[in-house]
């Protein structure tokens, strides 16, 4: 097989099955293996919706990776998987694109550690849609001006972390440019409906069935408000941001996390 050998753990996930899919129509890349705990045995681009690929989703990730020498892991799986597996790939000498969210500080210092001792990279994005990054960086430029805000963030029923890793990130960097001096109004009771606290700045999260990804940052200033927001409608607009993530991981050092570093 020529091109980037790739490795989705995951494969049988909502995630997953577009990552099989960009891949295998991808004309640089070739899907060598598919790992996880459901749909075991059967063709990965038959659980995708393709024609069959003579990739056979396993249970095993070291089996995997010894049986197919991946390039790169991709990782959509869950917050408690999402660590044992990026280990495993590392330490085995593979390049890893996480896109499972839910990842603690601490979890990222270990994992920026383990990429030093074994000279491989990751990039952990809370978010691959373009247009998301782009409504991240916005927010981040707006916070240099207004006074307060507040994250409100929207995801379908079955979203297992919460707030988002998107909020979180957007969170992040607003607070990188403006720190304690953007604000959100304070509860004087410390009401759980003001939202969960990423620093000054509240998040409000909503699990519906019938919404898939969406955001809005809101500003308040004397006298204005200004929201910026990001709907997605499919989740095939994360794929060319997956798709670069790959092209592009193995000539990054260490941990990249956001991504917004290979834009």
Known sequence: ?????????????RMGREVVRAVTEADDMALVAAVDRSRVGEDAGRVAG??????VITDSLSDAISASSPDVAVDFTLPNAVMGNVRTALRAGVACVVG???????DCSELETLC?????????APNFAVGAVLMMQLAAQAARHMEAAEIVELHHAGKADAPSGTALRTAQLMAEVRGSKLAGPQSSDGRP??????????????????????????????GETLTIRHDLTSWESFMPGVLLAIRKVRGLRGLVVGLEKIL
Not at 50 to 55: A, H, M, N
Not at 100 to 106: P, R
Not at 116 to 124: C, D, G, S
């Open 100 to 106: 499972t969210t839910g990842l603690t500080e601490k």
């Open 193 to 222: 409906s003001r939202g969960q606290g990423q620093g000054a700045i509240h998040i409000h999260s909503v699990r519906l069935p019938g919404l898939v990804a969406h955001q809005e940052v809101i500003f308040g200033g004397s």
């Open 50 to 55: 393709l024609e069959p690929t003579s990739v």
């Open 1 to 13: 097989m020529s091109g980037i050998r790739v490795l989705v753990i995951g494969a049988g996930g």
């Open 116 to 124: 030093q001792e074994r000279k491989r990279p990751a990039l952990v």
